[in-house]
């Protein structure tokens, strides 16, 4: 029988080794690709990935924007995956797929061999997130949970004001410690993570503190106006307990013939930034 | 420009004409195919939708058991809501996206051109739900968005109380309501619709209650225990204003050679029972 690693502790030697916490958002639209690529998604992600897989310790291409072309983009979705983990890359898939129980785990089957990590939808419960626990637990998967999300509509449902006090999100996060308890890795830290949006610091802490042993990933650094300085209070369960993850003010930095150095400068100035405050 | 009819319309169009509120599930998993389909997922869904077409209004593609082989998956996927729209079928992808306003575009763009209308989560709130919306008004297409599922573990965020003693779905069937009050067809009946399980029958009843004017596509008929029978009160707003969707219990109603001929009869006798139920 071989031995599985955690997720976790994967990630936690993969942040140690490059110094890094920043995950970069693969979300290509066609229109603003750089003319060199030809309308090429896939080729795209390669370059991004080349530009960035010294700073970054994962990618994470958001499944929509290949989707949205059909079976054709998931074809390309499978190669950027592939291409990714070749780079040296953590994969998570950003699919924020949720479902009942049998079709939950179908969704596993189609993910789990492309990534490191995917994320996932709560709202149908806790037997809807099991076949995703089973397989951090059988396959050295992670787990990153929908909590807090960085949209300000996600507080029509998330800060719903419950009968105890607290906000829905609150009890969600509680429902996701719970998954995750008996899937924490060498390093302290669990297969099982959560999003919250980096816009929102104030919840961030207050997650950290809910989640204890979870990893959290911050999407919303640059583009939707987060800072890796914003969520210090992140960090304080160690360097891989968040994840900040930045994606249109990386892949876009420039739309000139210099994209990929453009990418890789501010990809190096987002890990530097976060290193340094996971640190203070 | 083109008149764009509601898909409101189209459906109560398509419930009268066929007599029938029947959704017929497309879950293929290869292990329980019939030898004759030789594990090749759209031929045994062309087979089904054959098979069904005549007491069937829509079939209910489930994009996990696709998305399972892959970017071969989803051009399966891409042909079987292809070949039901030719046989006369409405399509409903049940794909349960949500994601933030810019992502949920992409999902939009994915989808919309494929079905006559798609599920949706709810848990990123409003301006997730928007592009969706926006792709109704625009093109006609319709909206299931989950309110209260089927599955046991729903209860588990869905049923959390809420200061003003609701349930938390309570509140999510009112944000359905509003988004979809802008977009009622000339059947008196919303474009923007509502998951509710069938085997809640006193919340299906409240659904309705709190949702006058949604479909509810009611899951959970055949193999996860509901019958037409219980939910009658999903169809006090009119015969088209609720679908009940079962899934394994008619595709798979017999794994021998007969399996056109059983699932024909199982679709005929279940689109019996719940349009004499809809007329009670």
Known sequence: MVAVTHFS???ADAVGRKRSQLV???????????????????????????????????????SAFFEAHGSEGVRAFEQVCA????AGLLVIADVKRGDIGSTAQAYADAFIPLADAITV?????????????DACRREGAGLFCLVKTSNPGGADVQDVEL????????????????????LVGECGLSSVGAVVGAPFPAEVVEARR??????????????????????????SAGPASALVSASRS?????????????????????????WGVSLA
């Open 9 to 11: 502790d994967r990630l």
């Open 24 to 62: 970069v958002g693969l979300d290509p639209v066609v229109e603003r690709l750089p003319d060199e690529v030809g309308g090429d998604i896939a080729r795209f992600c390669f370059g991004i990935v080349d530009a960035v897989a010294d700073h970054a310790v994962a990618v994470k291409p958001q």
């Open 83 to 86: 291409y990714a983990r070749a």
């Open 121 to 133: 939808n709560p709202y149908l419960g806790r037997d809807s997130l099991e076949p995703f626990v």
């Open 163 to 182: 009968a105890d006090g607290r906000l829905l999100w609150h009890h969600v996060a509680d429902l996701v410690r719970e998954l995750g308890e008996s």
């Open 210 to 235: 809910l989640l204890p042993q979870a990893p959290l990933l911050l999407p919303g650094i640059g583009a939707q106006g987060g800072a890796p300085g914003e969520v210090a209070g992140a960090f």
């Open 250 to 274: 990386v892949i876009y930095a420039s739309a000139g013939a210099d994209w990929r150095d453009a990418a890789h400068a501010e990809a190096e100035r987002l890990a530097r930034e976060a």
